[in-house]
């Protein structure tokens, strides 16, 4: 598998999973999976997002 083929690949399963380019869950993602808003808060401050 070339480095972009494996790239592409990484990129998709990530979107599939609703993570960030870094593997990190999306806030769509933590509010599909019913998590308390005050960690989302607390998850956007440590991921340096805007509240």
């Known amino acids: 598998m070339t ?3 494996f790239k ?3 990129d998709e399963y990530y ?3 609703e993570w960030d380019r870094l593997g990190r869950p999306t806030i769509k993602k933590l509010k ?3 998590i ?3 960690f989302i808060k607390e998850y956007k ?3 340096g997002m805007e509240n």
Do not use: G, P, S
């Open 3 to 5: 480095k972009d083929a």
């Open 8 to 10: 592409k690949a990484m």
């Open 15 to 17: 979107e599939y999973r």
């Open 32 to 34: 599909k999976l019913k």
């Open 36 to 38: 308390e808003e005050e």
């Open 45 to 47: 401050n440590a991921m």
